[in-house]
Each structure stands twice: as structure tokens, then as C-alpha cells.
T-cell receptor
């Protein structure tokens, strides 16, 4: 079946511009996660959605970052006034209950 | 705060050899995940370990979980070049909560 999909796969933007990254989770998965991975760095948690509960936003690095999940499915991560340190691969994952959390292919963001 | 530590961080081994990657975590949890990441690629789920004493095997990889010791191992048997990748362990503290990842172990299998 279809896995987690993300778009765009690559995004190059200029410092100060806003960007939107999209994640389509596996159908029926109630949980959705955003992580980012900087070059040579580990995986940093950003935000987590579970069903209709309030999202866990504790990993968002600044108020320039926000995310929403519409209709319990698609999620959009928005970064306002991008900075060079925002350059990273942004990974989305989805899961159902306690089983595996499945990651999408990621969006590689480059801020010039 | 949950901390997850892997060792070694870098592992270079010859084909045909065996080795073990260790994953320690700081807080009680009975859910541990192993992922593989190839360069420029996303994370591929390898194993989900959900209880103390759980052991899972897939091909040349075997993972185990000891929740009392807060330790998981990923054992590689008779390594082949195709296993070269970065391996991450990850832990979550409660059902469906965020995953906290280890630093990753970069494995290189030399012919």
C-alpha cells in the first residue's frame, strides 16, 4: 500500500521567505510526527499530532515554525522568515497505535 | 528527559564478521524501534520491540530488548556490504508519543 508521502522533495528558498512543507500520512494512521535532520546531525523532534488531541508542539525551535493537520489527515509545516539554520531535511512519520512509525522520504530545505 | 545513547557511533567491519550495536536509554520504556538510513534517503523501519525480552530477526540482523537494563542490541551476523548504512534506535515513553532517537551508528562493511 501507499506509504507516507511528502512534498516538495526539494525546496530552495531565500532567507526571509516563508515555506510550506506537506505531509500525507498513511491512510488511517491517527498519529503524525514531524522531525528534522540537519547535515551530519541526529533527528530532532518538532511536533506530534494524535487524533483530535491538542498537538505536542514542544519541539518547535521558534515561533517561526507552525504546523497544522487538517481533517486528521494531511499536515502542513510552515516556516516563516526562513533562516539559513533552518536548512535541513524535514521528515514526516505516521503511525497507528503502538506499531511501527513509518517515515516519508523527506523534504530537503535549503535556505540561501 | 529521555536520553538515548548508541555505541559505537562509527563501525567499520569486514564482510563475514559479526558485531553488535548497543542502544541504552535513560527512562523506563517498553517500546524500542530500530531504523536504517541510507545516504540521502529516509528512515526504513527495521524492528519494533514492544516487550521485555523481545527478540526479532530479519536476515542477518537480530534485535533484542532488555527493559530492566534499558538496553537494546542490534546484532549483525556475517556482515555483507549491502548492510552499510546508518542505524538508529529510538524510544518512546508512552503509547503513541514522540520518538527520541539515538545518535546513529554509521556502519561500513568492507569487502
Amino acid at each position: 500500500g501507499a506509504g507516507v508521502s511528502q512534498s516538495p522533495s526539494n525546496k530552495v528558498t531565500e532567507k526571509g521567505k516563508d515555506v510550506e512543507l506537506r505531509c500525507d500520512p498513511i491512510s488511517g494512521h491517527t498519529a503524525l510526527y514531524w522531525y528534522r535532520q540537519s547535515l551530519g546531525q541526529g533527528l530532532e523532534f518538532l511536533i506530534y499530532f494524535q487524533g483530535n488531541s491538542a498537538p505536542d508542539k514542544s519541539g518547535l525551535p521558534s515561533d517561526r515554525f507552525s504546523a497544522e493537520r487538517t481533517g486528521g489527515s494531511v499536515s502542513t509545516l510552515t516556516i516563516q522568515r526562513t533562516q539559513q539554520e533552518d536548512s535541513a531535511v524535514y521528515l514526516c512519520a505516521s503511525s497507528l497505535d503502538t506499531r511501527g512509525k513509518y517515515f516519508g522520504p523527506g523534504t530537503r530545505l535549503t535556505v540561501l | 528527559e529521555l536520553k538515548v545513547e548508541q555505541n559505537p557511533l562509527f563501525l567499520s567491519m569486514q564482510e563475514g564478521k559479526n558485531y553488535t550495536i548497543y542502544c541504552n536509554y535513560s527512562t523506563t520504556s517498553d517500546r524500542l524501534y530500530w531504523y536504517r538510513q541510507d545516504p540521502g534517503k529516509s528512515l526504513e523501519s527495521l524492528f519494533v520491540l514492544l516487550s521485555n525480552g523481545a527478540v526479532k530477526q530479519e536476515g542477518r540482523l537480530m534485535a533484542s530488548l532488555d527493559t530492566k537494563a534499558r538496553l537494546s542490541t542490534l546484532h549483525i551476523t556475517a556482515a555483507v556490504h549491502d548492510l552499510s548504512a546508518t542505524y538508529f534506535c529510538a524510544v518512546d515513553m508512552a503509547r503513541g508519543s514522540r520518538l527520541t532517537f539515538g545518535e546513529g551508528t554509521q556502519l561500513t562493511v568492507n569487502p
